[in-house]
């Protein structure tokens, strides 16, 4: 049982670049969330799903995309990528709401430049 | 807006010592607050409080929640170096809304 995995690890993209960040759970959790997480901030939510095929925006939404073909897969993709996108990203996932406990992957590190 | 302020924001303790970590809330339609620790890389779940004045525990850990005064504290005894982490709290909304709001979370060093 892997619980939430995130690939890759670490990337670095130049300016106007695209990219997708891999998120895989095998707890067969409905909801699943992609967070990011800027130097001595809280998390903030960029997109959630409620189910395969269902998506919608957080908080932060601006610059990425997701999508939800099954259960397991959850991947988030950057559009020209700019500097401003350069933080931590967490994938999780839970069996109920976003009100109860969340596990989360490991984190992609971004830098943007 | 929801909002959520943890404090301190860091803070430096001797192992043994006994910590509480603050957490206040303002969440429109309040259903629980969870506490989360982050050490290098994931949040891991601590807690999850929806009742007001029940304290959960587990371990060296404990929690409460005050709903009239919009607050939780997160206490830990007999600290020791492994509990060095950023303690996150976060609020969430009744069923309906899918959002988290986190605070910027308390940085805990704990030194021999």
């Known amino acids: 049982n892997a619980g939430v995995t995130q690939t890759p690890k670490f990337r670095i993209l130049k300016i106007g670049q695209s990219m997708t960040l891999q998120c895989a759970q095998d707890?067969?959790?409905?909801?699943m969330y992609w967070y990011r997480q800027d130097p001595g901030m809280g998390l903030k939510l960029i997109y959630y799903?409620?189910?395969?095929?269902?998506?919608d925006k957080g908080e932060v939404p601006n610059g990425y995309n997701v999508s939800r073909s099954t259960t397991e897969d959850f991947p988030l993709r950057l559009e020209l990528a700019a500097p401003s996108q350069t933080s931590v990203y967490f994938c999780?996932?839970?069996?109920?709401?976003?009100?109860?406990?969340?596990?989360f992957g490991p984190g992609t590190r971004l830098t943007v430049t | 807006e929801d909002k959520v302020v943890q404090s301190p924001l860091s803070l430096v303790v001797h192992e043994g010592d006994t910590v509480t970590l603050n957490c206040s809330y303002e969440?429109?339609?309040?259903?629980?607050l969870l506490w989360y620790k982050q050490e290098k890389k994931a949040p891991t779940f601590l807690f999850m409080l929806?009742?007001?004045?029940i304290e959960k525990k587990s371990g060296r850990l404990s929690s409460i929640l005050d709903k009239k005064e919009l607050f939780s504290i997160l206490n830990i005894t007999a600290t020791q170096t492994g509990d060095s982490a950023v303690y996150l709290c976060?609020?969430?909304?009744?069923?309906?809304?899918?959002?988290?709001?986190f605070g910027k979370g308390t940085k805990l060093s704990v030194i021999p």
């Open positions: 969440v429109t339609n309040f259903r629980s």
């Open positions: 799903s409620v189910g395969a095929g269902i998506t």
């Open positions: 929806t009742s007001s004045g």
């Open positions: 976060a609020g969430s909304r009744k069923a309906g809304s899918y959002q988290l709001t």
């Open positions: 999780a996932s839970s069996y109920m709401g976003a009100g109860y406990e969340q596990y």
């Open positions: 707890m067969n959790h409905n909801y």
